[in-house]
């Protein structure tokens, strides 16, 4: 037996080990004792994606594993929790968010202990979201309705008829006050008092006049339908806005393994553009300190002229000295299966990844680097999740090609922007705490 093929054998059989230790540790990353099944009634799942997490005091207790309509107004949720915590029958869950770049994820409240242990497969009340973004934009909106319908009020008030239909009835209301002002100017001592009654009526006609003409912001807000269309226009807009980048998730990731039967090592470092579950963008390098080697056949014909005369083929091996290469790829989710495409090494090829195990495992295989007369470079291998944010990354390169093929075996670290957070908050109050 080769020393590659026993390499080869040994990388399979370690891969192998490492699916059925994970199948086996891993199967509920909450707890050991197994997990229970809750549901729930909630009234709005905007941003809620199957495996969302379930977090009680900022731990996390569980996920999300099923959505489903429940009436016209209502979602039913399912959710698991470890089995060795308990849930009382006044128990709420409630819709959170975590800032403006955080997934939205589930809030659990056990409930008080006095009130009785909520049996597995019982119904979780729904709470209140608090201060979340999507709260804060509905009570903007209602504020704006409650603006609206003031605007009404105020323009029945300033614009409504008199009984004879001869003016407002703030019109009716000033002539009062100027006939009450011309009785008292005939009393000497009140004649000033008067005369003060007279211009406050006479400035009060005048505002009253230019808002029933649209004029100023008042009057535009109370008689102007278009500034109002676009209140609502700017706080629909900012709205969305919110929704979409509340969606948004960068993850970096960096990984480096050695190559067993070629020696060397190979590494990636790259960040991940994910606007929504189900696809991202990927921009990184690659590195290869060992280079890459090619074959180049060149044929030759002595005496081309004479008949009979025999070819004869020369191979060179040429290595680049500098292997480095861009990747910029798309991935696309289906299922458990994820296509991507673009520049692998700086050429373009294609991939697919096959996630296992809660996404707790992946199988991947690659293939590019198309060159004439060379057979295109195809990568196979397996990535299995030790620890979050840490994993093991193992496979071999080049399985076509004979010169270049070598299996390897290393690890990584991937993390998201929300990790980053919390690293950087932990720091800060350690640092303060000093």
Do not use: C
Not at 225 to 245: A, C, P
Not at 358 to 375: H, L, M, P, T
Not at 408 to 413: D, S
């Amino acid at each position: 037996m080769s020393a590659e093929l026993k390499a080869g054998v040994f990388v399979l059989a370690a891969i192998s080990a490492l699916v059925y230790m994970t199948t086996r540790l891993t199967q509920n990353r909450y707890t050991l004792s197994g997990t229970k099944k809750y549901y729930a009634l909630i009234s709005d799942a905007t941003g809620l994606l199957s495996k969302s997490k379930v977090k009680m005091s900022g731990l996390d207790v569980g996920q999300l594993k099923n959505m489903e309509l429940a009436g016209n107004k209502k979602v039913r949720v399912t959710i698991e929790v470890a089995a060795d915590m308990n849930l009382y029958k006044d128990a709420t869950i409630a819709v959170k968010s975590i800032g403006f770049l955080g997934d939205k994820y589930l809030e659990l409240h056990p409930g008080a202990q006095s009130a009785g242990v909520l049996e597995e497969g019982g119904y979780i009340a729904e709470g209140d979201d608090g201060g979340s973004i999507d709260s804060l934009t509905r009570k903007t909106g209602e504020l704006v309705d409650n603006l609206k319908d003031i605007a009404l009020v105020l323009k029945d008030a300033l614009k409504g008829a008199g009984t004879d239909g001869d003016g407002t009835r703030l019109d009716r209301i000033l002539d009062n006050m100027e006939q009450f002002s011309e009785g008292l100017a005939e009393i000497d001592k009140l004649g000033h008092l008067a005369d003060r009654f007279s211009e406050i009526a006479d400035n009060v006609r005048d505002i009253t006049a230019r808002v029933n003409r649209g004029e100023g912001t008042v009057g535009k807000l109370l008689t102007d339908s278009e500034t109002i269309d676009k209140i609502n226009q700017t706080i629909s807009g900012v709205n969305k806005l919110v929704t979409k980048v509340d969606k948004l998730q960068v993850i970096v990731d960096a990984k480096s393994a050695a190559l067993v039967a070629r020696g060397g090592s190979r590494s990636n470092f790259s960040v991940m553009i994910q606007p929504t579950y189900d696809k991202y963008y990927l921009f990184g390098i690659t590195t290869r300190p060992q280079g890459i080697t090619t074959i180049k056949r060149t044929e030759t014909t002595p005496n081309p002229d004479q008949p009979g005369a025999v070819s004869s083929v020369t191979e060179t091996k040429e290595t680049e000295e500098a292997g480095i290469g861009i990747n910029a790829q798309f991935a696309k989710r289906f299922g458990d299966a994820v296509f991507k495409f673009g520049l692998f090494e700086s050429t373009g090829g294609l991939g697919i990844d096959y996630n296992l195990l809660d996404d707790r495992a992946k199988i991947f295989g690659e293939v590019y680097r198309f060159r004439s007369g060379n057979s295109p470079q195809v990568n196979f291998g397996a990535e299995v999740q030790v620890y979050r944010p840490f994993y093991i990354w193992t496979g071999v390169d080049f399985l076509l090609t004979s010169v270049n093929r070598s299996y390897f075996v290393g690890g990584g670290i991937r993390f998201t922007d929300q990790d980053l957070k919390a690293l950087i908050a932990t720091a800060a109050s350690s640092g303060s705490l000093r």
